[in-house]
């Protein structure tokens, strides 16, 4: 292993670590307590980290094998309560958390890309698809709660009296009964 590519492994543990830090934060807010999708972006992340560990570990000089440090380790749990603190609802716990893992993926390809040893190459290979996996169900759970978001607010809207429309749900900017009718040309 070149010292390039230590660099590389040592950037995607601390990456992966942030990741898990931030799904456990974002995992124990009220929005999103004992969220199963936020557990499997957590454990993933922590398979990221476990084999750029091992790899790092194999390594035959000692100075390479380190740990993360404190360092790391103090950012990371800066990041994950500012995260947690940030989330208002559970869209937003959603979006943050897919915000770090999109970065995680991003470099996931660029050290499997960039790699020499083949067992490496297919270990990384596996936790890429299972990344994106991840990605893939929370964009659809974020797109799921931005339309329920948005049904609620449509119902509400038109459960409004009339008179209260401009008071609660804003301007009325309907067309009048008249412009209803298709347009009729002889």
């Known amino acids: 292993m070149i010292d390039s590519e230590v660099a590389r492994l040592r950037r995607l543990r601390g990456s992966a670590l942030r990741v898990r830090a931030v799904a456990r934060a974002l995992g124990n807010i009220r929005q999103t307590l004992q969220d199963p999708l936020l557990n499997r972006a957590r454990c993933a992340a922590w398979r990221v980290a476990r084999v750029a ?20 380790v103090f950012k990371n749990s800066f990041v994950a309560a500012t995260a ?31 790699t020499l040893a083949p067992d490496l190459s297919d270990s990384l290979g596996r936790l890429q698809i299972e990344i994106r996996s991840v990605l893939t169900a929370l964009e659809q759970r974020a797109t799921l709660e931005q339309c329920t978001a948005l049904e609620q607010r449509t119902t509400l809207e038109r459960e409004t009296p009339v008179g209260l ?9 309907a067309a009048p009964a008249d412009a209803d009718w298709p347009y009729l040309a002889f």
């Open 53 to 72: 560990s091992g790899r790092l570990r194999m390594h035959p000089y000692a100075r390479f094998q380190e740990d993360p440090g404190i360092g790391v």
């Open 84 to 114: 947690g603190l940030r989330a208002r609802s559970r869209r937003q716990a959603l979006l943050s958390l897919e915000g770090h893992l999109t970065r995680l993926a991003r470099q996931l390809d660029d050290a499997r890309a960039l």
């Open 165 to 173: 429309t401009s008071v609660v749900a804003g301007p009325s900017y």
